[in-house]
């Protein structure tokens, strides 16, 4: 039997959501990947941008060869977003990954942000341990009003799965079969999903402040994925948890917050069972501040900071 392939998918914009130089902050990410990921683990790298800022995140990603990034834009991946100009970033990056298994053909997508990055050496074997893929997991007390308008859009109890955990942030491994399913179920006679999910999120319109929309629009990718691979006992079938006795390994630590006393050794040393960090794009720091703290763990290659 042949293992499964694996896909990734970073929604990007040049500037960021907060003004941080993302494109920059990128390359933190890809020289992380070049530096721990074997070669071949990923089939297909593909980076979704604003139309008008492809040929730009085409020519600055080129310096990253070993990797196989493909970029496209975004309006081409998700075309519905050409009529909710208005959409949020927050909002794009999370359709942009609902709409990966549009693109790619992989078995299984890993989903980045630009403020990931990776942490030590890693194979397909550790990201899809016997050919599962890996799951954290985080108490749905986290964020309440993600899986109660998650479960609403659905039409599932909010309780489906574990009514205690739900999956947590990106990074996170999807399932495309879980997500052609998840897909199918959001869309409507008339609207396909990601419209349906846009017109949840349209500032002025008076749909925009009924009730109904309210409890319907604190919708994320991993709610809404996770909900339904619950409801429809799909979760076995792909995926295993992460940071157990049998499969140590998670995908993500959160020791970079606060900035100011992260302990970068600990992050890139072999007691670390997570195989990625973030510094969060919210904390205004520049990506010059960030390779300043963990430059001496990732080569910089050509990287100009």
């Not at 942490?119 to 109660?148: C, F, I, N, V």
Request: glycine share 6%; charged share 20%; with cysteine.
């Amino acid at each position: 039997m042949l293992a499964p392939k694996l896909d990734a998918i970073l929604p990007l914009k040049i500037d960021g959501s907060y003004g941080v130089e993302d494109l920059r902050r990128t390359d933190i990410l890809m020289a992380s990947l070049s530096a721990f990921f074997k070669p071949g683990t990923l089939t297909t790298f593909l980076v979704v941008c604003p139309a008008d800022e492809v040929a730009i995140v085409r020519e600055h990603l080129s310096s990253w060869p070993n990797l196989p990034v493909e970029v496209m834009a975004e309006e081409k991946l998700v075309p519905e977003l050409l009529r909710f100009p208005g959409l949020r970033g927050w909002r794009k990056q999370q359709l942009v990954k609902l709409a990966s298994s549009r693109e790619l053909n992989a078995e299984f997508c890993l989903t980045f942000d630009a403020d990931v990055f990776s942490t030590r050496p890693t194979t397909l074997d550790d990201l899809l341990p016997g050919g599962k893929a890996l799951m954290q997991y985080e108490s749905r007390a986290l964020h309440p009003r993600w899986w109660a308008s998650s479960a609403r859009l659905l039409s599932v109890s909010q309780g489906v799965g574990d009514p205690q955990r739900g999956m947590s942030i990106t990074p996170a491994i999807l399932s495309k079969n879980i997500l052609d399913s998840l897909t199918e179920q959001l869309s409507r006679p008339r609207y396909s999903w990601a419209e349906v999910l846009c017109r949840l999120h349209q500032p002025g319109h008076p749909s925009n402040w009924t009730p109904g929309r309210f409890l319907r629009s604190k919708w994320t990718e991993y709610s809404l994925y996770y909900l339904h691979a619950a409801a429809i006992d799909a979760l076995d079938d792909y995926h295993v948890e992460g940071g157990t006795e049998e499969i140590p390994q998670l995908l993500l630590g959160h020791e970079g917050h606060p900035f100011e006393s992260w302990q970068p050794a600990f992050t890139f040393g072999p007691d670390n069972p997570a195989l990625f960090c973030l510094v969060g794009s919210k904390s205004g720091l520049t990506p010059t501040e960030v390779w300043d703290v963990i430059g001496d763990f990732i080569p910089r290659g050509d990287v100009s900071v």
